[in-house]
T-cell receptor, first 112, second 114 residues
């Protein structure tokens, strides 16, 4: 099973550029999440989704957008990259039965 | 709001030493508690969990007991191995967090030397 797959694994952006971080899961999970992990910090929730067509803001949504057109995919969009968005981004998913979240391997993003 | 506090690292141990990583939490009601592990270059993996007071979660030789009276969920292992070197995150899923999001501690890095 592939589980949660994130692409790319690494990316360097210039200030003001835009990009989309991809996340897909093959477990038919309804809940999906985007976190960022800054050095020495825990994970902070950016956005989450409870199913196709439904998304909501987490703790740190500013500068990001998401969409959920299918159950499998939950892309995260950065429109105008800023140095403060340099971080490691993790996508996670969970099913409806109160089970723990499954995480992808992360995308390391540097904005210079 | 809900929060998790972990001891700062790094924790440096020799192989076969005893490990304790402290975790305390603040939450209303009865949250579920988790320990996740992150190996270098990888995502977080669930290590163990406990969903009610006095429950003991265990996996791969690691244990943690949900202590409601002290609001703690300390991670322990009797004899660590070099392969246990990783970052360990304590997390909770509160009763009132909305769509059951996780609240994470800052993580504790464990370094085990041969």
């Amino acid at each position: 099973n592939a589980g949660v797959t994130q692409t790319p694994k690494f990316r360097i952006l210039k200030i003001g550029q835009s990009m989309t971080l991809q996340c897909t899961q093959d477990m038919n999970h309804n809940y999906m999440y985007w976190y960022r992990q800054d050095p020495g910090m825990g994970l902070k929730l950016i956005y989450y989704s409870v199913g196709a067509g439904i998304t909501d803001k987490g703790e740190v949504p500013n500068g990001y957008n998401v969409s959920r057109s299918t159950t499998e995919d939950f892309p995260l969009r950065l429109e105008l990259a800023a140095p403060s968005q340099t971080s490691v981004y993790f996508c996670a998913s969970r099913d409806l039965k109160n089970q723990p979240q499954h995480f992808g391997d992360g995308t390391r993003l540097s904005i210079l | 709001g809900d929060s998790v506090t972990q001891m700062e690292g790094p924790v440096t141990l020799s192989e076969e030493a005893f490990l304790t990583i402290n975790c305390t939490y603040t939450a209303t009601g009865y949250p579920s508690l988790f320990w996740y592990v992150q190996y270098p270059g990888e995502g977080l993996q669930l290590l163990l969990k406990a969903t009610k007071a006095d429950d003991k979660g265990s996996n791969k030789g690691f244990e943690a007991t949900y202590r409601k009276e002290t609001t703690s969920f300390h991670l322990e292992k009797g004899s660590v191995q070099v392969s246990d070197s990783a970052v360990y995150f304590c997390a909770l899923r509160g009763m009132n967090t909305g769509f059951q999001k996780l609240v994470f501690g800052t993580g504790t890095r464990l370094l085990v030397s041969p």
